[in-house]
Nanobody
């Protein structure tokens, strides 16, 4: 019954910006910690950003100062604003809802290239 749908990915030049969104179905969205992960080809999936129900966030060192995660509980949606994008940010970005075994979105491709 829980479904997470990411959107907003695409091709962007280095130094550009992009905003990802994750729309969640199901009840009690506001109580769950949400996260963004990413996975590049041949690499492990890594945590990018995380936001708790009280709005506190944490970020991977590689994206601190460039990415901002936020949530709009009224819309059951979380966002990832990505600025100053680098080629090494290229990956499939996944939305994740904590709680129980957790729930994953299908992912959205972000490609940073000239």
């Amino acid at each position: 019954q829980v479904r997470l749908v990411e959107s907003g990915g695409g091709l962007v030049q280095p130094g550009g910006s992009l905003r990802l969104s994750c729309a969640a179905s199901g009840s009690f969205f506001s109580i769950y910690t949400m996260a963004w992960y990413r996975q590049a080809p041949g690499k492990q999936r890594e945590l990018v950003a995380r936001i708790r129900s009280d709005g506190t966030t944490n970020y991977a060192d590689s994206v601190k100062g460039r990415f901002t995660m936020s949530r709009d509980n009224a819309k059951n949606t979380v966002y990832l604003k990505m600025n100053s994008l680098k080629p090494e940010d290229t990956a499939v970005y996944y939305c994740f809802r904590e709680g129980g075994s957790g729930f994953w979105g299908q992912g959205t491709q972000v490609t940073v290239a000239s």
